[in-house]
Every structure is written in structure tokens, then in C-alpha cells.
């Protein structure tokens, strides 16, 4: 196809006044703003100052869902637990009120820029913050956490076979791991009209959907089952739920989705089309505005198991 559209171009644009220089510039450009690129996902070197303190300040449907984990997970007074991927500390806080002074909590994210504001914003004898990734978890020794959890994490891991095999290592026998992810079976609202948007042109001729780097890492449930299987864990458990909130405006969303993914919105489209690509975006989710607001679903599983 590439050859035909380059022979194409070349015999339909070389023309007595065009001279051979102009007619390679020419085809150099159609094939750059027609390649679909395959981008490395999950590039954590995006972030930024003001998309850390974004996301501090937006992250209100990730600490809801967190705090329901959290209460599910079990969480009690004395405990030592490990959130993984803690972003800017909010669930970090709240799980060290529960676990008091005879507990502990240690949160660990790969971002030093949200570690910062964590280790700014939240203090307490009975917290610690690292910078570190949940594929190694060497910082700490085997069997030291009674209960390790992932909220809105799990789905950036790259590596999900060594984050569990770490995660069993330091969980004491008997602790529980809790997490929750988008459930990749079921697209939330923001995935669906992306997809719309992208599948239009000038998008669909220069994106490859499968590489959008919102979902490229996510798991169904069954694949997250046995994930959890294949590692060891026991007593799984799995539940679908579905999160609904409204927005006051589409820019909200916008922001709150490029500050969680860390700068990776969009990244798998053109450089030249992502701007336009997100103003597209924001118009078709002013679509479901009603009385309260711009409606936002999103679908996502809790998975609870023990070692
Ligand atoms: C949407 S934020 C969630 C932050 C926090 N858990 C919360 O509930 O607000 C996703 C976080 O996952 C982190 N992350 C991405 N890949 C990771 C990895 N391999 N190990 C640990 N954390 C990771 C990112 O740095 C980011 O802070």
C-alpha cells in the first residue's frame, strides 16, 4: 500500500515546473502526517510540576474509589500497610488515621514530582514516602506489610508477573492484597468518545487505537483472576463497579485525565493532531450535559486475594 501511494505521488506530482528536491520534500511530508506511529507507553518521564499539583488537586473520583478499596481491604488500627503507586498521598493519609500510631504506612510511586508534594503535604511519625516502581519492591524485606494496595495503578503497570511476585515476597503470610483498575471489558465514558473522536479523520489515517496508552497495560477481570492465580494468592475476589460523578465542564475532564495519566493522554496521536484531537474530545463529552452536569462513567474492578 505504502509503495502504491509513494509511486502514486511521485508520478501524479512530478510535473515539469516541480523539481526532484520539492517532489521528495512533498512525499516526505504526506508520509509523516499519514504514519501511524507505535509509541512506547507508559512513559513516566512526562509528568510535570502543574499535572502533579493537578492531579493533587482533581483526583477526587480516584481517592472515592480509594477510600471504598480501603474499607473493603480491611484496614485496622496497628496494621502496616503499602500503598503502591500513592500518586500525591491522599489515600496515604487517610489509611494512617486508621492504623494510628501502633501502625504504619509507606506509599511509593515512580513520579519524584508527586512524591514531593506528598512528602510536603502529609507528615506523620507513622508515614514514609519513596520514589520506586511495584516491579521492585527491594527497598523492602519479605514479609514486612499486612496489607498492600493498588488504587487507579494498576492498569500503568507494565509489569504485572514481577509487581505480584514482589508483592507476595513482602507480604507477611495471611496479608491481603487490594486493587483496583479499570476493568478492560468495559470501557468507561472518556475511553468511548477518545475511541469515537480518534476513529474519525484526520485521527483514524495516523492512529493505532490499540496503542492508546490509557488502556494498552489494562486487564480484563478473568485475565486479572488469574494473574492473581498464577502467583500464588488465594481467596480471590472480584467485583465490577461502576462509578458515576458530573463535571461542571469538559475542560475539567480534560485536565483531571491528562494530570492522572501523567502526560500520557493522547500521546499515541500525531504531535500536530493532539490539541485538536482533545478540543474534539471535550465537544462530544458536553454531549452528556443534563441538569447536574456533565455525566462521567467509569467501570472499574476491585480485586481483593491473600497469600
Ligand atoms: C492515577 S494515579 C493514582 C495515584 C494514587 N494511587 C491515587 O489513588 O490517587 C496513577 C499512579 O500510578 C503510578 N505508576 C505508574 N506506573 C507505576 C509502576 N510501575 N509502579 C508504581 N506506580 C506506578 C503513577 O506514577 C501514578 O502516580
Known amino acids: 500500500m505504502l509503495i502504491y501511494i509513494v509511486s502514486y505521488i511521485?508520478?501524479?506530482?512530478?510535473?515539469?515546473?516541480?523539481?526532484?528536491?520539492?517532489?521528495?520534500?512533498?512525499?516526505?511530508?504526506?508520509?509523516?502526517?499519514?504514519k501511524k506511529e507505535v509509541i512506547q507507553v507508559t512513559n513516566?518521564?512526562?509528568?510535570?510540576?502543574?499535572?502533579?499539583?493537578k492531579y493533587d488537586e482533581l483526583s477526587n473520583i480516584?481517592?472515592?474509589?480509594?477510600?471504598?478499596?480501603?474499607?473493603?481491604?480491611?484496614?485496622?488500627?496497628g496494621?502496616?500497610?503499602?500503598?503502591?503507586?500513592?500518586?500525591?498521598g491522599r489515600l496515604v493519609r487517610y489509611v494512617s488515621n486508621v492504623v494510628g500510631s501502633n501502625g504504619k504506612?509507606?506509599?511509593?510511586?515512580?513520579?519524584?514530582?508527586?512524591?514531593?508534594?506528598?512528602?510536603?503535604?502529609?507528615?506523620?511519625?507513622?508515614?514514609?514516602?519513596?520514589v520506586g516502581v511495584s516491579e521492585?519492591?527491594?527497598?523492602?524485606e519479605g514479609s514486612s506489610f499486612d496489607l498492600i494496595y493498588l488504587n487507579a495503578v494498576f492498569h500503568w503497570v507494565v509489569n504485572k508477573e514481577a509487581t505480584l511476585t514482589e508483592i507476595y515476597r513482602v507480604l507477611k503470610p495471611g496479608g491481603r492484597i487490594g486493587i483496583n483498575t479499570q476493568a478492560r471489558e468495559s470501557p468507561g465514558c472518556l475511553k468511548l468518545t477518545t475511541d469515537s473522536v480518534l476513529s474519525r479523520q484526520p485521527y483514524a489515517k495516523a492512529v493505532v487505537s490499540s496503542e492508546d496508552p490509557m488502556i494498552k497495560h489494562a486487564v480484563t477481570s478473568p485475565e486479572l483472576k488469574r494473574l492473581l492465580e498464577v502467583s500464588g494468592f488465594r481467596n480471590i475476589s472480584l467485583e465490577l463497579r461502576k462509578t458515576k460523578r458530573y463535571y461542571q465542564n469538559s475542560g475539567e475532564i480534560i485536565d483531571l485525565v491528562t494530570s492522572s495519566s501523567f502526560?500520557?493522554?493522547?500521546?499515541?496521536?500525531p504531535v500536530h493532531l493532539q490539541e485538536q484531537?482533545?478540543?474534539?474530545?471535550?465537544?462530544?463529552?458536553?454531549?452528556?450535559?443534563?441538569?447536574?452536569?456533565?455525566e462521567f462513567i467509569s467501570n472499574n474492578v476491585f480485586a481483593f486475594a491473600q497469600k
Open 62 to 77: 480516584q481517592f472515592d474509589n480509594g477510600s471504598i478499596l480501603i474499607e473493603k481491604l480491611g484496614i485496622k488500627e
Open 136 to 140: 521492585d519492591l527491594g527497598l523492602f
Open 79 to 88: 496494621d502496616r500497610v503499602l500503598d503502591i503507586g500513592c500518586g500525591t
Open 277 to 294: 484531537a482533545a478540543f474534539e474530545i471535550a465537544t462530544e463529552l458536553e454531549k452528556a450535559r443534563n441538569e447536574k452536569g456533565i
Open 105 to 130: 504506612v509507606v506509599g511509593i510511586d515512580p513520579l519524584p514530582l508527586r512524591i514531593d508534594i506528598a512528602r510536603q503535604k502529609i507528615k506523620g511519625e507513622n508515614i514514609s514516602f519513596e
Open 263 to 269: 502526560g500520557n493522554y493522547l500521546i499515541h496521536v
Open 44 to 53: 513516566l518521564k512526562l509528568d510535570t510540576p502543574l499535572l502533579a499539583e
Open 10 to 34: 511521485t508520478r501524479n506530482i512530478k510535473q515539469p515546473e516541480v523539481n526532484e528536491h520539492q517532489t521528495k520534500i512533498t512525499i516526505l511530508i504526506f508520509l509523516l502526517q499519514n
